[in-house]
């Protein structure tokens, strides 16, 4: 059975560029959420998806959007792209009816 | 924002020896759960306490938690060196209709051999 997938691992980008990270929710998962940890911080909670609808959203510009598929999959798009976008982009996946996340391994993304 | 503070920010101890972290929070919440990370990879989940109640336990680890004063403890017992990672504290919360985890600042645990 696996866990939460995120591609890519690693992706370097230029500032103004904008960027697409992908996720595979773990098996049996309906919603995905999405968080922001800066280096020497905790996740900041961007958004989260449940029946391909964003139910809730943190404290980010609509710069980051975000959309769920058919089979709970889920992407995370970052346009114009800041300095301060650089961080480990983290994907969470449960299911709508209870409190545990389960994390993927994260894309770090720096921005150059 | 972060909902939570963790103390200490850093700790460290020898194997064998027993590892208390503390968290505080500011609002009302549902539940407070606790997530450990290696090397600034993907978070784990540890523990989950609900708001009514005031101890869990899970093999080695041990959560209290007193709403009165907002706060919670996470104990581990008998560290081991694999036990060295970042631990963090998170609180779900009342209001909207989604499970949003509000994370803290993190305590950064060493387990020296």
């Known amino acids: 059975d696996a866990g939460v997938t995120q591609s890519p691992t690693h992706l370097i980008k230029t500032r103004g560029q904008q960027v697409t990270l992908r996720c595979s929710p773990k098996?049996?998962?309906?919603?995905v959420s999405w968080y922001q940890q800066a280096l020497g911080q905790g996740p900041q909670f961007i958004f989260q998806y449940y029946e391909e609808e964003e139910r809730q959203r943190g404290n980010f510009p609509d710069r980051f959007s975000g959309h769920q598929f058919p089979n709970y999959s889920s992407e995370l798009n970052v346009n114009a792209l800041l300095l301060g976008d650089s961080a480990l982009y983290l994907c969470a996946s449960s299911l709508w009816t209870t409190w545990e996340q389960y994390f993927g391994p994260g894309t770090r993304l720096t921005v150059t | 924002s972060q909902q939570g503070e963790e103390d200490p920010q850093a700790l460290s101890i020898q194997e064998g020896e027993n590892a208390t972290m503390n968290c505080s929070y500011k609002t009302s919440i549902n539940n407070l759960q606790w997530y450990r990370q290696n090397s600034g990879r993907g978070l784990v989940h540890l523990i989950l306490i609900r708001s009514n109640e005031r101890e869990k336990h899970s093999g080695r680890l041990r959560v209290t938690l007193d709403t009165s004063k907002k706060s919670s403890s996470l104990l581990i017992t008998a560290s081991r060196a694999a036990d060295t990672a970042s631990y963090f504290c998170a609180t779900g919360n009342y209001g909207g209709a989604t499970n949003k985890l509000i994370f803290g600042t993190g305590t950064l645990l060493a387990v020296q051999p």
């Open positions: 098996s049996g998962h309906d919603t």
